[in-house]
């Protein structure tokens, strides 16, 4: 098998094409309270669920940059990373303004 760009973006180490996977724990845990956040819009509990879904989807981008399967798998990392430092950006400068 050639190592070509193609195939390190979207192989795996066995050469399996690989766009999508079985989600882990922190990605479980961040639909779980999102979608729970969505039912307790106020109080404590809304902020509670807000800030772990926060720090599980973190923890999975965080994982995907650096032990992703792949460039595409490590990118999509990065993206969500960028995305929830840049929403956060943006929600404090609403706050603020």
Known sequence: MQNTLVDKTFRDSNGNIVLAQ??????????????????????????????????????????????GVNYFRRALGLAVLIGIIASKIISYNGLTN
């Open 22 to 67: 079985m989600p882990n724990l922190p990605l479980i845990v961040w639909i779980v309270t999102s979608l729970l956040s969505l039912i307790v819009t106020t109080g404590e509990i809304n902020t509670v669920l807000d800030v772990v879904a926060n720090g599980s989807l973190f923890t999975w981008a965080w994982l995907e940059l650096f032990q």
